[in-house]
């Protein structure tokens, strides 16, 4: 029962560079989210969706886009890094009552 | 605007001793309420969640939790701690069944040996 996957676990990348961190995952959930964690903050939403088809932003979207063309797949596209985004980041998949974590991905930009 | 306060950055406390992490939160609606435990370089998992009904909320590893509406309050409890319980705890709630978690800060327990 793999619940939440995500990949990769950890990732350096340079300033101005451009990624996706895949988000996956296998209880048929509508709503799944991405979050960055960083010391002293908490989660931070950055984009979440609703469905398939549907995305909408979060607290902390700028330099991140999603997409969500299956119920399944929920990747987040770093369009070009900046030291400001080197954090640790979260996909949830999401019941009413209950979130389901993947176990992150460490990024760093430099 | 809803918001989640946990009081404490971090707690050092014995092993064996009992602990208490605090959580407010504001909010004048209905309210799902949550505590999420992250172990070093592990992801997130519940602890216990309070929905309706009994304010007293038994969750994983011995913890537990009172709602206080009043005190718009939702503190952890442990009877007594053990050096696995070192970790990171996240209070958190939803509003209104919509999903979207509102978190707090965090708070580190550090079990002293």
């Known amino acids: 029962n793999a619940g939440v996957t995500q990949t990769p676990k950890f990732q350096v990348l340079k300033t101005g560079q451009s990624m996706t961190l895949q988000c996956a995952q296998d209880?048929?959930?509508?709503?799944m989210s991405w979050y960055r964690q960083d010391p002293g903050m908490g989660l931070r939403l950055i984009h979440y969706s609703v469905g398939a088809g549907i995305t909408d932003q979060g607290e902390v979207p700028n330099g991140y886009n999603v997409s969500r063309s299956t119920t399944e797949d929920f990747p987040l596209r770093l369009l070009s890094a900046a030291p400001s985004q080197t954090s640790v980041y979260f996909c949830?998949?999401?019941?009413?009552?209950?979130?389901?974590f993947g176990q992150g991905t460490r990024l760093t930009v430099v | 605007a809803q918001s989640v306060t946990q009081l404490d950055s971090q707690v050092p406390v014995f092993e064996e001793a009992p602990v208490e992490l605090r959580c407010n939160y504001s909010?004048?609606?209905?309210?799902?309420l949550f505590w999420y435990v992250q172990y070093p370089n592990q992801g997130l998992q519940l602890l216990l969640k309070?929905?309706?009904?009994s304010t007293l909320v038994k969750g994983i590893n011995g913890f537990e939790a009172e709602f206080n509406k009043s005190q718009t309050s939702f503190h952890l409890r442990k009877p007594s701690v053990h050096i696995s319980d070192t970790a990171e705890y996240f209070c958190?709630?939803?509003?209104?069944?919509?999903?979207?978690?509102?978190w707090g800060a965090g708070t580190k327990l550090i079990i002293k040996p």
């Open positions: 309070y929905l309706s009904g």
């Open positions: 958190a709630v939803i509003r209104d069944s919509n999903y979207q978690l509102i």
């Open positions: 949830a998949s999401s019941t009413e009552t209950e979130a389901f």
């Open positions: 909010s004048s609606v209905s309210v799902y």
């Open positions: 209880m048929n959930h509508e709503y």
